[in-house]
C-alpha cells in the first residue's frame, strides 16, 4: 500500500477521506495527518509517506507553501491538492511546482480516483528513478577504471542517465562516444577492464534487484520495465547473472 500523509490546517475532514473505498481500490492508506508543512515533508524525506494529500482552506491556503518547502528540501513528492478556495492563480502556480492534481471541494470519487491513478504513475517514476541511480553508481564504482579517465567516466553517467527507461545497444553506446561498436567495445575494456555488455547486464539486473526489493513492484513488472519479452526469460537471465532466483528479493 501507498501511504499518505494529508496535509490540513484541520483534522475536520480527514475522518471523511480516510473512509473513501476509493484510496484501497488504488493501493493507498492515509497514515498520518498533519497541520505543519515542514512535519510533512521532513515525513517524505524519511521514507514514511508516498504521497501528500493537501487541503487547502480560506485563510489557510497552504499548498503553494508545502509544495515550495518540497522542491527547496529537494524532494519531488506526488502531491494531490483539494481546494476549498476558489483562487485559479493559487491552482496554477500549484502544477507549475508540481502537484499530480488539483481538486475543488468537494471531491467527487470518480476525480478522486483519476487523481490517485497519476499519483501511483508519479510514484513509480520516482522509485524507479531513486533505484537507478543506486544501481549506476554501484555499477560505476566497481568498475577498476584508471586514474585520468576522468573524461571516460563523464561520458559513460551521461550515456547511462540519458538511456535509463530504455534498453541501452553497444551501438547506441557507441554512437554516444563516437566511435564505430567494434573500436568502441575495445575501447571500453581497455578502460573499465570488463566488456560493455557484461558490465551493462550487471547494472541491469542489479536494479532489477532494487525494484524488487522496494516492495513496489512484482517480478512480471519488473520484467516488463525493463523490456523483456517475458518473465519467465527474465527470469532465467536473471538466474544466470546473479545466480539467484529474483523471487528472493521480492518483498
Known amino acids: 500500500m501507498y501511504r499518505v500523509t494529508v496535509v490540513d490546517s484541520s483534522n475536520f475532514d480527514l475522518r471523511h477521506y480516510s473512509a473513501m ?55 519531488s513528492v506526488p502531491t494531490v491538492v483539494i481546494s476549498k478556495v476558489n483562487a485559479s492563480n493559487d491552482m496554477r502556480e500549484c502544477f507549475l511546482l508540481g502537484a499530480v492534481d488539483y481538486l475543488a471541494e468537494p471531491a467527487l470519487e470518480e476525480d478522486m480516483r483519476a487523481a490517485l491513478l497519476r499519483a501511483v504513475k508519479a510514484i513509480g517514476s520516482r522509485i524507479m528513478s531513486a533505484e537507478y541511480e543506486k544501481a549506476m553508481k554501484r555499477a560505476l564504482s566497481s568498475l577498476d577504471i584508471p586514474k585520468g579517465s576522468e573524461a571516460f567516466t563523464e561520458k559513460l553517467s551521461e550515456l547511462l542517465i540519458k538511456s535509463h527507461g530504455s534498453a541501452l545497444t553497444v551501438e547506441a553506446a557507441a554512437d554516444h562516444f563516437g566511435f564505430n561498436p567494434d573500436y568502441f567495445g575495445r575501447y571500453f575494456k581497455s578502460r573499465a577492464g570488463i566488456a560493455f555488455t557484461e558490465f551493462y547486464k550487471l547494472l541491469t539486473m542489479d536494479y532489477a534487484k532494487l525494484l524488487l526489493s522496494s516492495g513496489h513492484y512484482k517480478v512480471n513488472e519488473v520484467s516488463e520495465l525493463l523490456g523483456f519479452a517475458s518473465a519467465d526469460y527474465f527470469t532465467r537471465v536473471f538466474r544466470r547473472v546473479t545466480g539467484e532466483l529474483p523471487s528472493k528479493y521480492k518483498k
Not at 484501497?24 to 504521497?51: L, N, Y
Not at 485563510?59 to 528540501?73: E, G, M, P, T
Open 21 to 75: 473505498p476509493v484510496f484501497a481500490e488504488c493501493g493507498f492508506e492515509i497514515v498520518s495527518h498533519t497541520s505543519e508543512p515542514d512535519k510533512a515533508v521532513s515525513a517524505a524525506s524519511r521514507g514514511e509517506c508516498d504521497m501528500l494529500l493537501c487541503i487547502n482552506r480560506p485563510a489557510a491556503v497552504i499548498a503553494v507553501d508545502l509544495l515550495k518547502r518540497c522542491s527547496r528540501a529537494g524532494m
